[in-house]
């Protein structure tokens, strides 16, 4: 064998050290993140951010070339998981598949999702369907994958092939595996959604701002993900450099929420605000009134059944459910609480036209929370009716 070849083989053309080596192998998963967060989510699946042509063009590429995937695929996966979540439609709920299968064969799950052709219709509307994908990317998605791997022996030899294979490990185990499976089984919750959805960690650069995956299901179409001051999401970094070179549009932020001093009924500034902090709703009557009733109720239950009153009891098993709810039953106060709740999200649920059936019925609320008696629902009804949205500041 000559020098040349072997010298090729063992380093490729770059001949480069090992730390090079690595260096590239964080830039290509780091760009495979932002392609998928950026582009996949936030702007195919969720319509919260518009990029220029070339740079959503970039990004189509790249993910093809480093991960197969096609845009109307996982689009419609993704979307089906927003609506059907925790169901047992929902492609991958570790509450239906188990934690250990989502996480560690989540990828089997999204490659048998995204065979379902009428999901793909129904879900997957508005996805590029140009010559190029056409032709290549959703024709011969398996080609982008094997052409990197061409590159990357190319440039670094035999070490390629283990790059290449780390690369390949690296996109299923975080994105399939870690954000869908233990972003809905553990860490903080900064809001009550009525999904098991968590942030992870308050920041993740490595996992694209994908970590603080609460605040994603508490806003969906948020271009942005991170909500509190500690957060940082790594893809709204991203995002913000791009728009100040001129090549991003911001569709949608979450809205901040404004709280008024002393408004004596709903008005349609609240009603606006209370629709778009659904679950800020819900979190602010878990904190202000069932926390401290609880404090003093229910010093006897366990912890985990004291966490169960942010949803009702819906996550907990059987037995404990049965516990949870025969709890209740014997205590006329806490009842009283929790039917508060039930009606209060239920407004939210009003299928008329007319906006001003859900505002009567958020009147009829407050006046009776006030009449309660109840001196914590006294003040989150006050709290509510201040409720004001803080005009977008993207
Ligand atoms: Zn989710
Ligand atoms: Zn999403």
Redesign the pocket.
Known sequence: MSLELFDWLARGFTQASYWQMAAYFLVVTQLTMMSTTLYL?RSA??RGVDFHPVVAHWFRFWSWLTTAMVTKEWTAV??K??AKCETAEDPHSPRFQGIHRVLWRGVELYQSARLDKDMLEKYGKGSPDDFIERAVYSRVPFMGPTLMLFINVALFGIPGVAIWALQMAWMPFWAAGVINGLGHWWGYRNFDTADTATNLTPWGVWIGGEELHNN??AF?SSAKFSLRKYEFDIGWAVISGLRALGLAKVLRVAPELDVRPNIPVPDADTMRAVMAHRWQVATDYFQIVLKPHLQAEAADLPRRLRRAFRSEGKWLDEAHRARFSAWIAERPNTARLMEFRARLLAIYDIKSAAAEAKMEALRIWCAEAEASGVRQLEEFSARLKGYSMVPARA
């Open positions: 989510h699946a969720h993704h979307r998981h927003h994603h299901h969906p």
